[in-house]
T-cell receptor, first 114, second 114 residues
């Protein structure tokens, strides 16, 4: 248990489906992040939230829609995805942006788009 | 802006041998540097970090890394490899201004040969 919980662990969805990934932390952190991890690529930062406010959208396609209702929860809503969106999606949190303490990561959601 | 280069996407060592994973960074301001480890089907776990002070930092599981400003390097070492060290290792850089997020390298997969 890392302190950051992601559900589901595995998800298979069709290109016309709508699904959501959930991330939850009870570490008292104020910043939360979504990363995409694809084979043979660096981790791609997708979204950053600081005190519930989105501070960064790293040119992510609109078929990915984040939501941060409070500092403890972060969602990634998915719709009309493409096969190339198949990847491990990692959520992370930190005390706040740029504190130098590093991030705490969840175990990820393995997404397969068919 | 910050960036990280990890030399060698795959490293193999014999059990009991020295582990050396290379990381070079680019940063226009004093960096914060991190090493993370990822075991199969899991998220990233912080191994160690350098922010300020002593340039040789010790982490979990017997790993250590040395910040060398003149070489812009932060190589990860362990004197004696264990089978349980087989995993993927990521170097990451942030900056000390508090303005930026973590930037990750492409990772190095460590294989330990019995």
């Amino acid at each position: 248990e890392t302190g950051v919980t992601q559900t589901p662990r595995h998800l298979v969805m069709g290109m016309t489906n709508k699904k959501s990934l959930k991330c939850e932390q009870h570490l008292g952190h104020n910043a939360m992040y979504w990363y995409k991890q694809s084979a043979k690529k660096p981790l791609e930062l997708m979204f950053v939230y600081n005190f519930k406010e989105q501070t960064e959208n790293n040119s992510v396609p609109s078929r990915f829609s984040p939501e941060c209702p409070n500092s403890s929860h972060l969602f990634l809503h998915l719709h009309t995805l493409q096969p190339e969106d198949s990847a491990l999606y990692l959520c992370a949190s930190s005390q706040s942006i740029g504190t130098g303490r590093g991030y705490t990561f969840g175990s990820g959601t393995r997404l397969t788009v068919v | 802006a910050q960036s990280v280069t990890q030399l060698g996407s795959h490293v193999s060592v014999s059990e009991g041998a020295l582990v050396l994973l290379r990381c070079n960074y680019s940063s226009s301001v004093p960096p914060y540097l991190f090493w993370y480890v990822q075991y199969p089907n899991q998220g990233l776990q912080l191994l160690l970090k350098y922010t300020t002070g002593a340039t040789l930092v010790k982490g979990i599981n017997g790993f250590e890394a040395e910040f060398k400003k003149s070489e812009t390097s932060f190589h990860l070492t362990k004197p004696s490899a264990h089978m349980s060290d087989a995993a993927e290792y990521f170097c990451a850089v942030s900056d000390s201004t508090g303005a930026n997020n973590l930037f990750f390298g492409t990772g190095t997969r460590l294989t330990v040969i019995p």
